[in-house]
């Protein structure tokens, strides 16, 4: 059962990196630095639950416990980019665009998903009447209740009568 959790949140943060690139290629919204780090979030969890289902079953539960970090690491990046970013004329030297531009080098290995094209201000768009980042917000906060289901959540058991 934990596994089939896991495999449900690493589904939902592939679609919201599709979501981010339709976005970004598509309807023409360039991401800021901290819409980055949240991809980068975002692809680190899925691909740490989708590792779970290379291992055995207690080291599943660590999985979830890293999905349940990782998930609270994306809710106060948002928060962030919601309170403090966007309202600031560059993201340049935040901690975002720090350790995506200078410390993993990731916007110039794979610009098409890490590329820093905006500033936090310019990012700050809605969708549905919404801002951007309170969706992220508000997914970051469903994967953290589903990997919490996940970690502590109780197993199916097969029990044998008789």
Same mark, same amino acid.
């Given at each position: 059962m934990t596994q089939?959790? /896991?495999?449900l949140i690493a589904l939902l943060c592939l679609l919201a990196l599709a979501v981010a690139l339709v976005s970004q290629h598509v309807f023409n919204m360039p991401p800021c630095a901290w819409c980055v780090l949240q991809r980068l979030? %975002? %692809? &680190?969890? $899925? #691909? &740490?639950?989708? /590792? #779970?289902?290379?291992?055995? #079953? $207690?080291?599943?539960?660590?999985? *979830?416990? %890293?999905? =349940? *970090? %990782?998930?609270? *690491? #994306?809710?106060? $990046? *948002?928060?962030?980019?919601?309170?403090?970013?966007?309202?600031?004329?560059?993201?340049?030297?935040? =901690?975002?665009?720090? =350790?995506?531009?200078r410390t993993t080098g990731l916007d110039g290995l794979a610009p098409w998903l890490f590329g820093i094209y905006a500033t936090c201000m310019d990012a700050k768009v809605s969708v549905f009447g919404v801002e951007y980042v309170l969706w992220a917000l508000l997914l970051f906060v469903v994967l953290l209740v589903l990997s919490g289901y996940a970690l502590f959540g109780k197993t199916q058991r097969t029990s044998r009568l008789g």
């Open positions: 089939s959790r /896991l495999n979030i %975002l %692809l &680190v969890i $899925a #691909g &740490v639950c989708l /590792l #779970g289902n290379l291992v055995p #079953g $207690a080291i599943k539960r660590m999985m *979830a416990l %890293l999905s =349940f *970090a %990782l998930s609270i *690491a #994306g809710i106060v $990046a *948002a928060w962030y980019q919601h309170t403090v970013a966007s309202e600031m004329v560059s993201c340049d030297r935040t =901690f975002a665009d720090i =350790f995506m531009s």
